[in-house]
């Protein structure tokens, strides 16, 4: 069968004949890869030849947003059934700490987990894949072609889950599940995570402020604006004036990597506010930042900051869960979010196309040659 793979020292993505994987235990599923999404960490891997290591001697294949078709299911399988929809989850737990023990492999201790179509394990960018029942999450077919925004959704619902867990436990009284409502939020960086952040965050009744720096007219801010969000232009005002213009906000879900923004975005959150950063910084560039004032406000307003990465089972569930309320509530707006498809014959567009309406680029398998 065909893979994308990431050949050894030199890192060309190459489409490679690799052996077609077969069910081997009982509780093992093996899906046709029917779709599956690009990122920002495919391309750092392609083109910034940013790989963590190997899976073996023909490379590592990439891919890690997915969805796929059962064609065969495991004698102990239950969950799912041949001709369902999936999707698999990507990271796989160290075996030694707590967490991952606890199939919580998102909040590893170790760092030694390893995750498909990252690090040491092949992903999902070809025809087939097998994966224990564990890791496989059913998709209804009235989403099918929402389901592979599932894995960057999950990190959206991660992100908002953990912010909102957090304050109902510090604040019992006046937080909880619908905590959300009517709060004032702001979402930086448009791209599909913070997109789908908007999409969970309307969905709770949240206000939503996204920022980014493109024209209102262009692809993501209608968007946004489709689901009742405001669009602030990063280029016309700064995040250092965000509070003056829109009032302090209750909670930031921050999705650039922009480690300079990330710090003065601080300025704009609130009492007893709490900040989800997502976004992975790179370069070593120092940024210069007010570190006094910032540490004032953080212990006078009582205010948390939050780092979050990868998603639970629970948040592939959760984001399940909400593609489809999105769709009830919205209609097909959600899938607007894919802005381009295409054969896995022309991967080479899809790694190197972007454009200012690019959101979210996905590559169509289909399980044939």
């Known amino acids: 069968m065909k893979a994308l793979s990431l050949t050894p020292h030199s890192w060309q993505l190459d489409l490679i004949d690799v052996p077609e994987p077969r069910i081997v235990f009982p509780n093992q599923v093996k899906l046709s890869v029917l779709e599956v999404g690009i990122c920002g960490t495919d391309r750092e891997q392609v083109v910034q030849k940013n790989v963590e290591e190997p899976a073996g001697p023909q490379g590592l294949v990439i891919g890690h947003e997915m969805l796929g078709q059962v064609v065969e299911i495991g004698t102990e399988v239950r969950s799912v059934r041949v001709g369902d929809l999936a999707v698999v989850t990507v990271r796989r737990g160290c075996g030694l700490c707590k967490p991952c023990r606890n199939n919580r492999s998102d909040m590893c201790y170790t760092g030694l987990y390893k995750e498909r179509g990252i690090k040491g394990l092949n992903g999902y960018e070809t025809e087939y894949v097998v994966e224990e029942e564990l890791y496989v999450v059913k998709v209804p077919e009235s989403i099918r072609e929402l389901g592979v925004l599932t894995e960057p959704m999950s990190v959206a619902e991660k992100a908002i889950d953990e912010a909102q867990n957090v304050q109902a436990a510090r604040l019992p009284e006046v937080a909880g599940e619908g905590w959300l409502a009517g709060k004032k939020t702001l979402v930086a960086g448009l ?139 919205w209609g097909n707006l959600t899938t607007n979010i894919i802005t381009t498809r295409v054969s896995y014959q022309q991967f080479s567009s899809a790694l190197n196309f972007r454009s200012v309406d690019d959101i979210k680029t996905v590559i169509e398998w289909n399980g044939t040659d």
């Open 191 to 329: 791209g599909p995570i913070g997109l789908l952040a908007a999409v969970a965050l309307r969905l709770r009744g949240a206000e939503v402020i996204g920022m980014d720096i493109v024209d209102e007219t262009t692809k993501r801010p209608l968007i946004l604006k489709e689901l009742g969000g405001q669009y602030l232009d990063g280029r016309k005002v700064s995040a250092l004036e965000i509070d003056e213009r829109y009032g302090q906000v209750d909670f930031i879900f921050e999705a650039t990597g922009i480690a300079k923004l990330g710090f003065e975005l601080i300025d704009a959150l609130g009492v007893n506010g709490i900040y989800v950063m997502t976004g992975i910084p790179h370069g070593d560039r120092p940024v210069c930042i007010l570190g006094a004032e910032l540490i004032k406000q953080m212990v006078l307003k009582n205010q948390i900051i939050l780092g979050s990465v990868n998603a639970g089972i629970q948040h592939f569930e959760l984001a399940i869960e909400d593609l489809q309320r999105a769709k009830q509530r």
